[in-house]
């Protein structure tokens, strides 16, 4: 056992017992050469480590802390369930008071199956197509991470970029070849490659807006024409908004670009930042779903007491404060804005990309909107500008391919000590 928050003697025993040390890849910060931070605790902007020194937090959980960290009417709402169990194993009302509100903010979600992660959500949506349609195939785009299941471990983003890793061992060849994928924000390719499999695809899951390549917008238009061409080839659609639901909007993606899918994936979002997931779609297709259909997919933990009631504590506030997303929404832009600018004082080889309340900052000279774009970022360039800003007080995610999150606790004063921070190792890149 360690002792005295001693950080080495931690790490040593973290790779004993877990592989890489970590219980999340991107965790090992091997992509940006350098040990890993260990959070002790964190309070709204900020996280501590547990040698005692406080950074300004972008990541936040990877999206869903949209109130930062540890808001006091959470902890309470938290505490208060606790108090009356951590996990029943049967229904409670809660998983149905936050399943109503969900289905008000995004009509298309008319029927919903709790679980506990993306991934689970996006593996039983997939599971709900298939069977609906009768059809094996699945299509997915380039870069856009799902979840960690077999079929879509193929040319995804996220953690499986930052390791340099196309896919993944232990994949059967078999549910590779039932995988189709196409380039993000190419409606011509995608038209040629649903015409060349007519009647062959199950479903197209595809995050609305990338994220997990580090943000990459939608062209105009392509979500719609998308959702044209589902149609034509009856397709089931399913949008993975794992990152953008409640994120993006209140009404996520699909109200954002007025695009109604046929699924959808919720993650971590839709539980006020705890363990949880969701997928749910037309009644029609839910109801393949077990004990009403003969789809089967279950969990003990699914609908967890806790996870429900900070959900519908994060969720209720959101709905009753459109403001809220008003400030999330000058914060990025500010961000964003003021980094585009040091970017041409510095005349540094990077691009910021921004949707809504998602930054990114890409060290690559030209517009990402694809795949192709992102693979030309300099990734050594991004490891010493991630040093520095970690050496400044400013934690980011220990890869280029993931997206800044500024929450409602990052405030002026703490994003312009960012941007203070970015003009100083700027200087020195």
């Known amino acids: 056992m360690y002792k005295n928050n001693d950080k080495q003697e931690i790490l040593r025993l973290a790779n004993e017992l877990m592989p890489g040390g970590v219980n999340s890849p991107v965790r090992a910060f091997r992509s940006v050469n350098c040990q890993p931070v260990i959070v002790e605790s964190a309070q709204g902007a900020h996280v501590t480590d547990i040698e005692g020194k406080t950074y300004i937090d972008y990541v936040c959980s990877y999206g869903p802390l949209i109130f930062g960290h540890t808001p006091d009417w959470l902890v309470e709402e938290i505490t208060q369930a606790a108090a009356k169990g951590t996990t029943y194993g049967f229904t409670t009302p809660h998983e149905v008071e936050l399943a109503e509100i969900i289905r008000d903010a995004y009509p298309a979600c008319e029927m919903m199956r709790m679980v506990n992660s993306g991934t689970e959500a996006t593996m039983s949506a997939i599971r709900v197509a298939r069977a609906y349609t009768g059809r094996d195939k699945i299509l997915k785009f380039e870069g856009c991470y799902h979840g ?28 590779v070849a039932e995988t189709l994928v196409c380039p993000y924000n190419d409606a011509a390719a995608l038209e040629t490659m649903l015409a060349a499999h007519q009647g062959e695809i199950a479903c197209l899951i595809m ?25 034509k080839y009856g397709i089931v659609l399913i949008f993975d908004e794992v990152i953008t639901g409640f994120r993006v909007d209140y009404h996520s ?24 997931g969701c997928y749910g779609g037309r009644r029609e297709l839910m109801e393949m779903v077990s004990p009403v259909g003969p789809v089967y997919q279950g969990g003990t933990l699914s609908g967890n007491p806790l996870a429900m009631r900070a959900g519908i504590a994060a969720l209720s506030r959101l709905r009753d404060n459109p403001a809220y997303y008003e400030t999330l929404l000058a914060n990025t832009s500010y961000l964003d804005e003021a980094i585009t600018k040091l970017i041409k004082k510095h005349n540094i080889p990077a691009v910021t990309s921004r949707c809504r309340t998602m930054f990114c900052l890409f060290f690559t000279p030209q517009p990402v909107t694809c795949y192709a774009d992102v693979m030309t970022c300099d990734l050594d360039m991004y490891r010493r ?3 520095g800003m970690l050496a400044s007080g400013v934690l980011l995610a220990p890869s280029q391919f993931e997206a800044w999150f500024p929450s409602l606790a990052h405030d002026k004063a703490i994003l312009d ?13």
């Open 385 to 387: 500008f991630f040093e």
């Open 207 to 231: 995050e609305p807006v990338a994220g997990n390549m580090g943000v990459v917008v939608p062209a105009e238009g392509y979500l719609k024409r998308v959702r044209e061409l589902c149609d």
């Open 148 to 175: 960690h299941s077999d079929s879509l471990l193929v040319k995804s983003g996220s953690g499986l970029l930052t390791q340099g890793v196309p896919t993944s061992p232990g994949v059967l060849a078999s549910l």
């Open 417 to 429: 000590e960012t941007i203070a921070a970015v003009d100083n190792v700027f200087a020195m890149l």
């Open 253 to 276: 993606a699909a109200g954002v670009w007025n695009v109604t899918p046929d699924m959808v994936c919720f993650g971590k979002i839709i539980g006020g930042g705890l363990p949880v």
